[in-house]
């Protein structure tokens, strides 16, 4: 019977993680020397033809060519035709080891086979919406709060984003109090309040094109892991008209990227029943691919709210939702059985009966598995690996991971901020080029990652997918200069 219920073996030292990459971007970069960069790149214009060809005409009719953020789409985007486990194939028959996984969602590997034979079965019965109630809907709300009871109330709707909307709202319905404060450089979504301090801390509005500046007035953002500046953010706020909520990624902003220290949560949360404000977590990645419990299971904090994304469908469309207290969440029902003022949602497809029976047969299946612990172990393995690569070629290079969640940080362009504002001036672009280039050589050797800093593990990395994998990003980071 295996123990382990949550994907992260050890907890990293994060203090020590911090020394290391402020030794990466304190040094000149090491990119792939340029005539081995010339060889990876000529990968694309001899064997990926048909993917250049339709993405060159789709920039005709779709802006940019893509649609998709997650993936860096240099030299080109690759066009995927076939999906299975751990694999991808693109519209020029090259196979690659997805480590980008649709961005986290898949933990059970991509196009799960006894997920879709279910997803199969609605749709024969049912077709994939109705706009009434659906048995699934309460299935899924009853699993997710055994697996997470901070979630006595849950609301199903259409994307993290859309998750991340609805929690602001309801805090500053039932709380009355005005602003939210969030991490700087986390990302919850694209929401015009939530698109401030995006990627880089201290940023503000800097994304904020087309975005009143009303809309982010009452955000604010707080230095990673400065548990003191959220403090005197919550202090100021008390005088003139009080904080909502505080938001974070748990495990810190961008999926850990700039990682927190073990006991960072269970900090907020004191801080947030001081000054009598919701905490949110938003578990979009976390939950469920840490493990059944989310990030609140593993840390052991329990958040007023919980926003949820990607697993929350098993990857299949539609992929969000809020939960938490039953009182906050009553909120959303002020009309039906509710008492006080309503905080207003909807979604035409949200809660359709095809996300809700993809996200409960996914979840299901993940605990038969222990998938969050399997994809874990497969983390855990390419983390050594990739240390002992960058360990062979003396690379300032950075690797740590979550479970699941693995980090190579190469260019270190993510760890630059506005603490040194001339560094990021100078550095910002060609560190986030180098960033590029390390996705173009990873993708040339057949491997698909994060943009080319993050991979996420699936239950289908076996070791031998794994191993095969490391002697790619060997090849890859040899050639570092
Ligand atoms: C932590 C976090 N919150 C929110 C979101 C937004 O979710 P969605 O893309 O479903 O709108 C994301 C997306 O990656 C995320 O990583």
Known sequence: MDEQ????????????????????????????????????????????????DLTDEAKKFIPGGVQHNLAFNYPFPIAIEKVEGAHLWDADGNQYIDFLQAGGPTVLGSNYAPLREKIFELLRSCGPVTGLFHEYELKLAQLVNR????????????????????????????????????????????????????????????????????????????????????????????????TAAVIVEPLGPESGTRPVAFDFNQKVRELCDEFGTL?????????????????????????????????????????????????????????????????????????????????????????????????????????KGLQAVVEKYDLPFVVYNQGSIVHLETSGVMLLDLRNPIRLARELKPRKHMMEEMGAAYMSQGLITLAGSRMYTSMADTDDVIDEALRKFETVLSACA
């Open 5 to 52: 219920k949550y994907a992260i073996s050890q907890y990293h030292d994060t203090k020590e993680i911090y020394a290391r990459l402020d030794n990466l971007i304190s040094q000149p970069m090491r990119p792939v020397n340029r005539e081995k960069m010339q060889e990876f790149l000529s990968y694309f214009d001899n064997q990926c033809r048909r993917s250049k």
């Open 147 to 242: 697996y997470m009871p901070s979630v006595e109330m849950f609301r199903m709707l259409g994307s993290g984003t859309e998750g991340v909307m609805a929690a602001i709202r309801a805090a500053r319905t039932f709380t009355k109090k005005k602003y939210v404060i969030k991490v700087g450089g986390a990302y919850h979504g694209w929401s015009d309040q939530m698109v401030y301090g995006l990627h880089v801390p201290g940023t503000g509005r800097l994304e904020a094109k087309g975005i009143p500046r009303g809309a982010s007035s009452a955000t604010e953002e707080f230095f990673p892991n400065s548990l003191s500046a959220l403090k005197r953010h919550l202090m100021v706020n008390r005088l003139r008209g009080g």
């Open 279 to 383: 905490l949110i977590f938003d578990e979009v990645v976390t939950g469920f691919r840490l493990g059944l419990g989310g990030a609140q299971g593993f840390f052991g904090v329990k958040p007023d709210l919980t926003v949820f994304g990607k697993c929350i469908s098993g990857g299949y469309p539609m992929a969000g939702g809020v939960g938490g207290r039953a009182d906050v969440m009553m909120c959303f029902a002020a009309g039906i059985g509710g008492t006080g003022e309503r905080a207003y949602i909807g979604g035409t497809l949200s809660a359709n009966p095809l996300s809700c029976v993809a996200g409960y047969y996914s979840l299901l299946e993940m605990e038969r598995t222990n998938a969050p612990v399997i994809a874990g172990r497969a983390g855990d393995r390419l983390t």
